[in-house]
């Protein structure tokens, strides 16, 4: 009897497998045939010299040739620079957004789609529109500071200020968008806590530092994350505002790729710095969730 039911059971836990497998069918096709199988033809292609025409094997001399070339490094350089610039700062922004933002206040939801409205408009027309802000001479923020008499640079020309000018209008893309994580996060929060807290007499900031930036770990985890891997796939403003220009000042390793690969058809090459970019990305998520998720309380 026993093991007649064990049979059953195993034939109803085939069946509702079977289903699961076939709904996810799917989207596991699209995945094999848009993520696993350039992922594994950039990795073949990272160890041939190659073009269109023709391709030799050179095993790891290509990984030494791309690690040792000065372009590489100067944007790599750029890309720890961006990340380190643009993450932690549009992180507390958002962070304060959504604070701002979940008080009962008159206008809320005005000021709400006033700080999401970034994250909704294309990046090539904001790059139009910051290409503009930037422009020497006329641009709005020479207008605004020639104001007070301060002489700007060429913010987009300039080697020293290029990246600089970058950071800057990604963070304006990117802490509206952030903020809506946060937003969800401090509402799913318990009242009972903050009531307490206030019959405690702690002063605001203590709340933030004692409650709510603690039970809001989670949710900086996740954004994190996100905010670290779209400061490597930073690409399409790039071709509006400067080419990666000037000498190399504002080139990024996605931008980089595409160069190499569609500007100087050096398909080897470009499998190289791809496998890369895979490899910091892949490095990031395992440190994540490997080491701050144990971290954090859920």
Do not use: C
């Not at 290509?62 to 610039?85: C, H, M, P, T």
Request: aromatic share 18%; no cysteine.
């Amino acid at each position: 009897m026993a093991q007649r039911t064990a049979t059953i059971k195993n034939k109803f836990n085939w069946k509702e497998n079977a289903f699961a497998y076939a709904l996810l069918l799917p989207s596991l096709i699209f995945l094999a045939l848009f993520t696993f199988y350039p992922t594994l033809k950039s990795i073949y292609l990272s160890f041939y010299s190659s073009n269109f025409e023709s391709s030799t094997f050179v095993g790891l001399d290509q990984y030494k040739s791309v690690l040792q070339d000065e372009v590489f490094r100067k944007v790599i350089k750029n890309n720890l620079l961006l990340a380190i610039g643009t993450v932690p700062t549009s992180i507390f922004l958002a962070i304060y957004m959504a604070i701002w933002v979940n008080n009962k206040l008159k206008g809320n939801g005005l000021l709400r789609a006033a700080f999401f409205y970034p994250t909704i408009i294309p990046m090539i027309a904001i790059a139009n529109v910051w290409l503009f802000i930037y422009t020497p001479d006329y641009g709005l923020l020479d207008k605004f500071l020639g104001i007070f008499g301060i002489d700007s640079p060429n913010w987009l020309g300039s080697p020293e200020w290029v990246m600089y000018a970058m950071m800057f209008m990604v963070i304006w893309k990117e802490a509206g968008y952030f903020m809506i994580f946060y937003l969800a996060g401090l509402q799913s929060l318990p009242k009972e806590v903050y009531e307490a807290a206030k019959l405690e007499g702690a002063s605001p900031f203590q709340v933030f530092r004692k409650i709510t930036f603690p039970l809001l770990m989670p949710t900086t985890t996740f954004v994190f994350i996100i905010a670290v891997t779209n400061s490597f796939k930073l690409v399409d403003h790039l071709y509006i505002m400067t080419k990666g220009g000037p000498d190399n000042g504002s080139n990024l390793l996605l931008y980089h790729i595409y160069e190499t690969a569609f500007s100087f058809w050096d398909m080897g090459k470009a499998s190289v710095l791809t496998v890369i970019l895979l490899v910091i990305l892949l490095a990031v998520s395992i440190f994540n969730y490997a080491y701050l998720d144990k971290k954090i309380h859920y």
